[in-house]
C-alpha cells in the first residue's frame, strides 16, 4: 500500500510526474526536473518532503538519551532552537540512519528521520528510549515543506505574521523557531535543507499544507520534484541514506567523520566500534569523483583503482556542472589513475573533494 | 503529447522506424518515451558500419535519472547516426519524431517491419500504459 502526503492531490493537479520513493507516492518532477535544479540554484524551489518522519522526545534525561544514542554530541546544541547533524550508528558501528537533532527544550529534543528508515528507526530509538524514560513520539500531524534557493528565506518570509518576520529574517543557520504562517498556521520553521543553498524546511499542520504550499507558488517559489532533490543534494556533498552509506557502512567510510564526536567520557552506541576502526585502519574510503568526458556515472558502477576495485555510491549527471559526478567508496590509499567501468568501456575519472557545487558555483577544482 | 506520424512503426520498447524515400529505415524514440525518461543529457550513438539485430542494443540514452537502451527495429547496417546528439541530446525531447533521430539503419530483412506496430495499435498501448 503507498502512502499518500497531504499533498499527493496538489502534486497531481500541477501535473507532477509520480513515482514509488521508498514505499511513498512522491513527485519527481513537474516537467523538466533539469530547470527544477536550476530554480533552484539561481532563485527558489520547493519540495514537499512530508514523507519524513518527524519524532518527538519527551522527558527529564532527554539529553542523556541523546548523548548516547547519536554519534555526534548534543552537547553542542547550547541555544535553543539549535540544530545538529547526526548518524545513529549500531554496536558495530554501522549507520543506522542520519537525522537532524533540534533542541527545543530542557526536556524536549526533536528528530527528523529518513522517511523509507521510519519503522526500524523507531523500534530503535523506542528501544533504547526506555532505560532513560524518554517518551518517543512520532508526528504524523505534520507536513513538511522545504524552501531552498538564494530566494527562499526572503519569499518564505514575506507570507509570516509581521511580528514574526524580523525574528526569522535573523534565525542562523541550522537553527529553528516557531512562527506564525498564513492564515495563522502555526509554523516550525529551520533555516535547514539539503540542496545546499540557503532555505529553510518548514514544519506545518497537515491540514494547513496545501495552503502554505499555494501561498508559496503565489510568492514566487516553483515546486520541484525529488529528482531535482537528487542532484542538488549530490552536487552539495551530502550524502543518501541507503545509497552512499548503510548498516555495513561506518561513518569513517562515508565521508561523515565530521560527524563523530569523540568527547571525553561520552558513550554512545558504536563508539567503540569506531574507535577499533580508527585504530586498525579504515580499509575504504569515499571520494567524489567527476567524468569529463561525455556519458554518466551511476549508482554500482565499478570503480578501477591501483589498490582494488570499488563502487559508484550516488552518481548523476550534475546540471551545475554540466557533466557527471559522483561518490565513490574505493580502497583507501588508493592514487594514480581511477577508471569507471561504464557498459563495458573504461573511461577515467577525476578524484576530488566534495562538495562539487557550493553558493549555486562550482568549486574549485571541479 | 503531439500527434504520431502515421508513416511511423513502433516496437513496443517504444522506438520508431521510419522507411525513407532511399529504402533505409531511421529510428529514434517516440515522444511518448522521451516524456518518460524526461531531460535526456547523453547519447551513446552506435558506429558507422556496424550490424545491429531487430530487437538487440543499438544505442543508449540516458536522462538524468537513468540509462536506458535503444533497440534497434531491425536488422541490418547503420549507415549513418545522428552526430548531432552528442552536443545536443536534448533535440530528442524537443522533436522526437524529427531531429531527434538516432541512427538509419540498411535493413537487411525487410520483413522484419511487418512485425512492427503501427502508429493506431502503439497509441492504444501507450494509453493503456498510462493507467
Known amino acids: 500500500m503507498t502512502e499518500k502526503t497531504v499533498l499527493n492531490a496538489t502534486h497531481r493537479a500541477l501535473g507532477a510526474r509520480m513515482v514509488d520513493f521508498g514505499g511513498w507516492d512522491m513527485p519527481i518532477n513537474y516537467g523538466s526536473q533539469i530547470e527544477e535544479h536550476h530554480v533552484v540554484r539561481r532563485d527558489a524551489g520547493m519540495f514537499d518532503v512530508s514523507h519524513m518522519t518527524v519524532v518527538d522526545l519527551h522527558g527529564a534525561r532527554t539529553r542523556d538519551f541523546l548523548r548516547h544514542l547519536l554519534a555526534n554530541s548534543v552537547d553542542k546544541l547550547k541555544v535553543q532552537g539549535k540544530a545538529l547533524y547526526s548518524c545513529m550508528l549500531n554496536e558495530q558501528g554501522g549507520v543506522i540512519d542520519d537525522l537532524i537533532v533540534y533542541f527545543l527544550g530542557d526536556e524536549f529534543f526533536r528528530l527528523v528521520v529518513n522517511a523509507a528508515t521510519r519503522a526500524k528507526d523507531l523500534a530503535w530509538i523506542e528501544q533504547q528510549a526506555k532505560a532513560f524514560g524518554v517518551a518517543v513520539q512520532e508526528r504524523p500531524d505534520f507536513a513538511m515543506i522545504a524552501v531552498q534557493g538564494p530566494n527562499a528565506r526572503a519569499k518564505t518570509i514575506g507570507l509570516l505574521h509581521e511580528v514574526d518576520r524580523a525574528r526569522i529574517e535573523k534565525l542562523g543557520r541550522f537553527a529553528g523557531a516557531a512562527a506564525q504562517g498564513p492564515h495563522g498556521a502555526p509554523l516550525f520553521v529551520a533555516r535547514t535543507g539539503y540542496t545546499g543553498e540557503d532555505g529553510f524546511e518548514i514544519l506545518v499542520p497537515v491540514e494547513q499544507a496545501v495552503t502554505l504550499w499555494n501561498e508559496l507558488i503565489a510568492a514566487g517559489v516553483a515546486p520541484c520534484g525529488l529528482g531535482a532533490r537528487d542532484t542538488l543534494r549530490l552536487e552539495a556533498g551530502m550524502n543518501l541514506y541507503g545509497q552512499d552509506m548503510d548498516e555495513s557502512v561506518s561513518p569513517w567510510e562515508a565521508g561523515l567523520a565530521w560527524t563523530i564526536a569523540l568527547d571525553e567520557g561520552r558513550d554512545f552506541i558504536g563508539r567503540k566500534a569506531l574507535e577499533a576502526q580508527k585504530v586498525a585502519g579504515v580499509p575504504r574510503t569515499m571520494v567524489g569523483l567527476v567524468l569529463d568526458d561525455k556519458g554518466v556515472l551511476r549508482h554500482g558502477q565499478k570503480v578501477l583503482t591501483d589498490r582494488g576495485d570499488g563502487e559508484i555510491l550516488s552518481g548523476s549527471f550534475a546540471p551545475t556542472l554540466n557533466k557527471a559526478v559522483a561518490f565513490a567508496r574505493i580502497p583507501s590509499g588508493a592514487s594514480g589513475d581511477v577508471r569507471v567501468d561504464i557498459r563495458g568501456r573504461e573511461v577515467p575519472v577525476r578524484v576530488v573533494k566534495f562538495p562539487f557545487v557550493r553558493d549555486g558555483k562550482p568549486c574549485e577544482g571541479i | ?131
Open chain 2, 1 to 131: 503529447m503531439s500527434e504520431i506520424p502515421g508513416d511511423l512503426k513502433f516496437l513496443k520498447s517504444h522506438e520508431w522506424a521510419r522507411v525513407e524515400d532511399n529504402g533505409l529505415i531511421r529510428v529514434g524514440i517516440s515522444d511518448h518515451a522521451q516524456g518518460q525518461l524526461c531531460d535526456l543529457v547523453y547519447v551513446e550513438l552506435p558506429e558507422v558500419g556496424s550490424n545491429v539485430q531487430a530487437g538487440n542494443g543499438a544505442a543508449v540514452v540516458e536522462s538524468v535519472k537513468a540509462a536506458s537502451d535503444i533497440y534497434s527495429p531491425v536488422s541490418g547496417e547503420i549507415v549513418e547516426v545522428n552526430d548531432n546528439l552528442n552536443d545536443k541530446p536534448e533535440t530528442i525531447n524537443e522533436d522526437a519524431y524529427g531531429d531527434g533521430w538516432i541512427f538509419v539503419v540498411k535493413a537487411s530483412d525487410r520483413a522484419e517491419l511487418d512485425e512492427l506496430l503501427d502508429a493506431d495499435a502503439y497509441s492504444e498501448l501507450i494509453e493503456n500504459e498510462d493507467d
